[in-house]
């Protein structure tokens, strides 16, 4: 055993983070046998051939080598013209665009880049669970303001103001919503444009689940609202609408000024993103949506499915609109999210993540993700009520 206290040497930052509390449920999950997991955010899919295709090409025709820091010419180009056709918006591809190792580079090197120290980051919670814990890593404080399930989930001026001081530097939103699958409506995101410039805040938007959005409902990109170009740093990428998680690959946009100093950071810390995974990148924009439609379509039948399973069983629950989370509220069955969670796990081998683990006002919910096969979601929820009909503890 060593004499030195290792915990104290570590940095501050770290030591005032928790590990994520969705990976401990996958760890007890491993070690047992036949468990259905609705816990991982992750799609099912394989990422679509042709996208895998133009990977293995460039591998045999040897392109193995660093690209350009900021990402590939080729793929910055699609990056912007993707955002020409699809909002209408423009961004200058050598200027206003960054290739990233996923959105999760592009958060932590975001945050990084327009966050000093002691400066407060609002966050409407429940959330992607990366957000505090980069709010932190760069030095800032982040401050969780709770969306209400009475309000859908989506958050208003109204409840962010109180928390708003002079430090307040950040306001970051993530529209599609993990974990509750809400989203934002033009005129929701029309109020938060008008809060954001009256306390003239930077936007840190976070639209990774932008394409997955259901029922009629379209996804409103916050840099299309009047003035929000310039004062939002865009994030997205291709793990999720594209089901490439693997490959490691996302984006930041904005303006020159903001993507240059995120862009000094990544050639530091990252180089650049991996060769292959620009290239997958580039097909995927260029030939990949109808692939990325059709998961769409299949995402919104199983949604439908546990939707409908969880109305049944007696939860309260939230039509989710986008994403492919639903995150019904089961403090009707007198556990904590937690307790449900492992209880469930243990009793009838369904892995799930207990809402607690998105921020505080996730208590009383639990995760579940739908991308998983229609077959496995039928026998997850016939295993749900059976544990809510057995081990109900009111
Ligand atoms: N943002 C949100 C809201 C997510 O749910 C995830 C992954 O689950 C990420 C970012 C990370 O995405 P990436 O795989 O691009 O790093």
Known sequence: MSDINWQ????????????????????????????????????????????RESCVYGLEQGHTSYTANRGMPELREEIAKHFQRRYDLTYDSNTDVLVTVGVSEALDIAMRAVVAPGDEVLIPEPCYVSYQACATLAGGVPVSVAAKIENEFRITPAELEPYVTERTKVLLIGYPNNPTGAIMTRDDLLALADFAKKHDLIVISDEIYGELTYGGEEHVCFATLPGMQERTILLNGFSKAYAMTGWRIGYALSNPTIIAAMTKIHQYTMLCAPITAQMAAVEALRHGEKYMKKMVAEYDRRRHLIYDGFIKMGLECFEPKGAFYIFPNIAATGYTSDEFAEELLKAEHVALVPGSAFGACGEGHVRCSYATSVDKISQALVRIENFIRHHKKR
């Open 8 to 51: 104290e040497r570590l940095s501050p930052g770290v030591n005032a983070i928790a590990p994520s509390g969705i990976r401990k449920f996958f760890d007890i999950a491993a070690q047992m046998k036949d468990v259905i997991s609705l816990g991982v955010g992750e799609p099912d899919f394989v990422t679509p051939w042709s996208i």
